[in-house]
Structure formats: C-alpha cells, structure tokens
C-alpha cells in the first residue's frame, strides 16, 4: 500500500534549450531592454514568462521589430527569407537556433544545391518545421511534407531517382521509422541523412519513459502544450498503456488521479525547467507520495557554444 513516485532520467532540459535561453539572458545582459525575440525561444510558459519579466518581447514576425533593434531568433529556426528580412531592416541578429536544428537545414540546403527533391517528415505549422521548410530554394523542384505513412502514399514527386529525406528533429522516433520505411518501400532511392535526425535529448526522454511506462499506474508529463517533444512524451506513454497526463505545472494536477495503492512516474520535456518538476514533487508529497531515488540511466555530457559575441572571457 501507498503511493509512489518515480522520476524518469534523463529528463527537462536539453543542450540546445539551454543554450537558447542563455542566449537571452546574455544579450539582454549587454544590451538592455529591448530584445526582441523571433516565436517563443523555446516551447514552455515559465521559461517565456520569465524572460518576458527581464525585458525580452516576444514577436511573430521580424517586420513587428524597430529598424536597428536587437533580435534573437528561437531554438526552432527561421527560414533563410527570416534571415533576409531582418538583414534589410539592419536589426543585430543572435542565433538561438539549436545546433542539430542547424544541422538540418545544412542538409536541406544541400539537397536543394543538388536540386534534389526533398520531403520533410514534421508537423505542419511548427516554428522547427517552417524553418526548415525555408531553406529549401531550388525553383525548379519542391520540398514536402508529410505527416503520417498515409501522407506518403499520396506523394507524387517530380523524379523518383532523385529523392531526399530529413526529420524534425523532435518528433516520436517509433513514428518517425514508420514514415521512413513508408518513404523506402514507396521510393527504394529515397536518400536519408547519414545519422538519425531525432536529437539525442529528444531519443534519451523517450528510452526512459519506454523503461518508465510499464512500472507506472500513471505517467505525468511536465511541459507545456506547445512543445513538440512534450507532446510525444506523453503521446508515447498512452501507446504503452499507461495513462498519462501533459502537465504544465502542479497547478494541472487533478486530485482525482491519485489513488493508493499507486506508482507514479513523472519525467518533463526538453524545454520544461527542473524547478517545474520540483514543484509537481511537492504537491506529490502533499498527498502523501514518496519519492524513489532516482537512477541516471544515460549520461548526458553534450554543451553546445555561444556565439562568440557573447561568451565570458
């Protein structure tokens, strides 16, 4: 009898998240209020609120930003036309963008030098996606997108022979090999990137819930409703049978899902901060759970760097 708690890890945030929000905090260090900062840095309430607290304003587009302010463009990524319009309105620009988001518009834009047809696997209307989309430019052929296997059986593509493929980068990894084995059997010269473009953070979140799940009576998911990984936290524990609810804080927490006897797991997205699970373990406590010792599962030693404008000497 009793209620228990146990903590996914690795979990919260990833290499990139921290970077994006360091960014932030450095330039509104040197430069004072206003920054302005292209979309939400990264997909979570807190974290918005508490830089918008500091000074940054947050904004859909470049063209909302004075001539000749500072702008700091999301760990999602803009497209290239982004790039070009704060450029022409000669706004000093900070690249937030995650390195392995980075990384795939590198590939995008090279599939586009090769004026190789691409297709994008991601949702519609993510900041990460759009991005991506924009730096694919060759005229004379397309890039697309596709959702789920259905979509990909509804393509119809210029030249078969001539095919690519990349991720967003935070999507299901179960998902996602569905979609690309639906893309090969369809298109057997279908090229893919050398490595997986899933992130390590988002790969690792996932691997500990699938160990996590099948020793839980339920699964709370500490992320905001807008983060793409959050989402396939919380999507991934229902899949294994757990039920499971994506939280923002220990605000969402419905007494009626706690019941004793009962295993509790609680993990949180890439974008959600640990002070947010913290506090999800109080209100725990508060209704009589005890916290198991956690157990790091696998070591997460990835630092990406800051622009050099801003690194401490």
Known sequence: MGIYVRLANPRGFCAG??????????????????VYVRHEVVHNKTVVEGLRRRGAIFVDEVSEIPKGSTVIFSAHGVAKQVQRDAEERNLRVFDA???????????????????RETVLIGHAGHPEVDGTLGHYEDSSNAMYLVENPSDVEKLCVKNPQALSFVTQTTLSVDDTQLIIDALRKRFPLIEGPRKDDICYATQNRQD?????????????????????????????????????????????????????PMVIGVTSGAS?????????????????????????????GVEFSLPKALRKK
């Open 17 to 34: 998240v921290d970077r994006a929000i360091e960014i932030v905090n450095r330039v509104l260090d040197k430069f004072g209020s206003p």
């Open 97 to 115: 963008t995650c390195p392995l988001v980075s990384k795939v518009h590198n590939e995008v834009v090279k599939f586009s030098d090769q004026s």
């Open 208 to 260: 500990a819930v699938k160990r996590l799940a099948g020793d839980c009576d339920l699964l709370l998911v500490v992320g905001s409703q807008n983060s793409s990984n959050s989402n396939r936290l919380h999507e991934l524990a229902l899949r294994l049978g757990c039920t499971s609810y994506l939280i923002d804080d220990e605000a969402d927490i419905d007494k009626n899902w706690i019941k004793d």
């Open 272 to 300: 959600a901060p640990e002070i947010l699970v913290s506090r999800v373990l109080e209100k725990l406590r508060e209704y009589g759970a005890i916290i198991y010792p956690e157990k790091e599962i696998s070591h997460e």
